[in-house]
């Protein structure tokens, strides 16, 4: 090693291996007959503090899974985690319900579970045991949120999980995938303040100059049939803005969804395109997601744009959900089908909107305390076309192609999941997951979503 922080890092690798040795995570043994082991390798990363400063120094030995075949060394590569969209609905129903969140972290929790097959793995360099150099390791295959309204059920919760399982107690939330959690007497706020400072450094020497919107409404991207352009790096600046797009900066949804489809072959406008995004996210870094005790219900808004691309016949849907004032679910895609008119556009846009709302009803179904609570969803149109059409049970030959997205959403209304209701453009929240819009209606929007500054 010739970093700097050496010490940090032996300290870190020995951790890890304690921690794999307590855990009894292999056994070493001959490899058997026909088997052929993969190998290994040290991973490490720098955790940090919402400030930038350096928390811990961590080291992961990982396994060249790379080198596995499908069918031979394994079947499946799910992985069950939270989704975003789950952790913003839990800090929804915090701040309505003024619960405490404490958090915990379950130490190298990958490695208390089980594999179903055998994996025959490299000993690690620098670990290989005297006398057993030709043997290899048979492998047996992190942040936790706690909320209650009562603290002592929230110690008694720690001390539980604590005689299970080796963790970690980090008290009061302060951080979660890297986003910033701050409590004030209203609810919570969730910000990526130090995430955009760390991207937008990434990626300085596009020298970013600051911008009030993410998206230039005057340029028209267009496939790129010449040379790629540093596709590579291109590919990772759109995941380094998809995190944020995904986390808590809604507002660049449409952005980055936009830029996501030129990801094979970017050209130099669409370069311009991503340095206009971090210079609205430079601009904005201090944009917070705000949720407080009301309104204590859920609701949707949803929208699409028919046929606005140059060259590309398909439409964008647009949706959001916002519950205790702030937006907890929200996306922009690209339609899979084309359609033939703005009303059969903004009916796609509903079902898939209204999908949305029937995954949100039943993980709010799945929560205790909101089970008895979960009333039908009113979700907001600005197509009196498609809602009229949402309520009428006649199909036409025109419209038949979407006759099973029709069938859906009626039965969606017909069981009281959802109600559709009429707003104006001018007040329909999904309005910026669908195209560019102005400096003011950027504005306008993030703050009805409490994407805002804190006070």
Not at 330 to 341: A, P
Request: hydrophobic letters at 40%.
């Amino acid at each position: 090693m010739a970093s700097r922080d050496v010490a940090f890092w032996k300290e870190a690798i020995n951790d890890e291996m304690d921690s794999i040795m307590s855990n009894q995570t292999w056994e070493l043994v001959d490899l058997p007959p026909g088997s052929k082991p993969i190998g290994c390798k040290w991973v490490f990363r720098r955790k940090y503090h919402t400030d930038g400063m350096i928390q811990t120094f961590k080291a992961r030995l990982v396994a060249k899974g790379f080198k596995q075949r499908e069918g031979i060394d394994y079947f499946d590569t799910y992985v069950p985690v939270a989704r975003t969209t789950s952790i913003r609905i839990l800090f929804a129903l915090t701040s309505i319900h003024n619960l405490f969140v404490h958090q915990m972290d379950v130490k190298t929790a990958f490695l208390n579970g089980d594999l179903n097959e055998e994996v025959y793995m490299e000993q690690p360099e620098g670990f290989v045991l005297l006398g057993n150099e030709n043997k290899v390791l048979c492998l047996y295959v992190d942040d936790m949120l706690i909320l209650s309204d009562d603290m002592k059920g929230i110690i008694e919760t720690k001390r539980f999980l604590s005689s299970t399982f080796k963790m970690k107690d980090l008290g009061e939330v302060d951080t979660i995938l890297g986003i910033k959690v701050k409590r004030n007497s209203g609810g919570y706020a969730l910000n990526q303040t130090h995430y955009i400072e760390k991207v937008v450094s990434k990626f300085s020497h596009l020298k970013i100059k600051d911008a009030n919107t993410p998206f230039d409404s005057s340029i028209k991207l267009e496939k790129n049939d010449g040379r790629s352009m540093a596709q590579l790096e291109y590919a990772s600046a759109i995941g380094s803005l998809m995190y944020a797009a995904q986390c808590t900066r809604a507002d660049i949804s449409f952005a980055v969804s936009k830029l996501s489809r030129f990801i094979s072959n970017p050209s130099v406008e669409h370069w311009k395109a991503i340095g206009r995004v971090l210079g609205y996210l430079k601009n904005t870094k201090e944009l917070s997601l705000q949720y407080s005790k009301f309104p204590a219900i859920l609701e949707g808004y949803s929208d699409a744009s028919w046929i606005s691309s140059v060259g590309d016949n398909l439409s964008t849907t647009g949706w959001v959900f916002t519950l205790g004032g702030g937006a907890v679910s929200w996306g922009s895609k690209k339609q899979t089908c084309i359609s033939h008119s703005t009303m059969e556009a903004e009916f796609i846009a509903l079902a898939a909107t209204g999908k949305e709302a029937e995954w949100l009803r039943d993980l709010m179904m799945d929560i205790p305390f909101t089970a008895n609570n979960v009333s039908t969803v009113s979700i907001h149109c600005d197509n009196q076309d498609t809602l009229a059409r949402a309520y009428s049970g006649v199909y036409n030959g025109k419209s038949r192609h979407i006759s099973i997205r029709h069938e859906y959403v009626r039965q969606l209304i017909q069981y009281g999941i959802i109600s559709i209701s009429f707003v104006r453009s001018s007040g329909n929240l999904a309005d910026p997951f669908t195209k560019p819009l102005t400096r003011d209606l950027v504005r306008i929007t993030s703050r009805g979503m409490r994407l805002k500054l804190l006070k």
